[in-house]
T-cell receptor
Framework: TQLLEQSPQFLSIQEGENLTVYCNSSSVFSSLQWYRQEPGEGPVLLVTVVTGGEVKKLKRLTFQFGDARKDSSLHITAAQPGDTGLYLCAGVRGGSNYKLTFGKGTLLTVNP | GAGVSQSPSNKVTEKGKDVELRCDPISGHTALYWYRQSLGQGLEFLIYFQGNSAPDKSGLPSDRFSAERTGGSVSTLTIQRTQQEDSAVYLC??????????????FGPGTRLTVT
């Protein structure tokens, strides 16, 4: 059983479209992180959300942490080809501030 | 400054052989982590080092897997008697650790291991 479920697994859209990626769990996390990974490279941290209900914006990317700290979403506005990549959510559970539990990821392709 | 580096970038080995994967963390990062990324399982935690000691080895899948870290820097992940299910990308990450708090993990590019 996957602790963090990400959906959709694959997403192919046209440049300019909006999209949302979801990360859901039945467990509570003390914090949740979003990463982007490109082929042949390791994941790169985009954002960390800590407080239930928290919303963070990073240019065209909006991240939200659920009120109960069990789920999160990533919304991209006006997607661009440079947004193409594997988006991963990762949670940290109470008692460990280092051990990341990852979802399986959403592979996003933005076509020009 | 230099990021996390890993070597080799690709390794092809025959089933039953031993392999060693190397990680050079960012200078000054006392915490080091190994993860495995495979198509079916996603990214899985393997082991965590605090300095040269490994207080959390809970993710190592079997006793064929071991890791060590020397001088608070370089780490080596060793897989003995490799099996085809060991084929994956092995990622290393490092982070600062202050007052018991681990900060952002910086990942290396990974080593792609293929067991034939």
């Amino acid at each position: 059983t996957q602790l963090l479920e990400q959906s959709p697994q694959f997403l192919s859209i046209q440049e300019g479209e909006n999209l949302t990626v979801y990360c859901n769990s039945s467990s509570v996390f003390s914090s949740l992180q979003w990463y982007r990974q490109e082929p042949g490279e390791g994941p790169v941290l985009l954002v960390t959300v800590v407080t239930g209900g928290e919303v963070k914006k990073l240019k065209r990317l909006t991240f939200q942490f659920g009120d109960a700290r069990k789920d999160s979403s990533l919304h991209i506005t006006a997607a661009q080809p440079g947004d193409t990549g594997l988006y991963l959510c990762a949670g940290v559970r109470g008692g460990s501030n280092y051990k990341l539990t990852f979802g399986k990821g959403t592979l996003l392709t933005v076509n020009p | 400054g230099a990021g996390v580096s890993q070597s080799p970038s690709n390794k092809v080995t025959e089933k039953g052989k031993d392999v060693e994967l190397r990680c050079d963390p960012i200078s000054g990062h006392t915490a080091l982590y190994w993860y495995r990324q495979s198509l079916g399982q996603g990214l899985e935690f393997l082991i965590y080092f605090q300095g040269n000691s490994a207080p959390d080895k809970s993710g190592l899948p079997s006793d064929r897997f071991s890791a060590e870290r020397t001088g608070g820097s370089v780490s080596t992940l060793t897989i003995q008697r490799t099996q085809q299910e060991d084929s994956a990308v092995y990622l290393c990450a490092s982070s600062l650790q202050l007052g018991g708090i681990s900060y952002e993990q910086y990942f290396g590019p990974g080593t792609r291991l293929t067991v034939t």
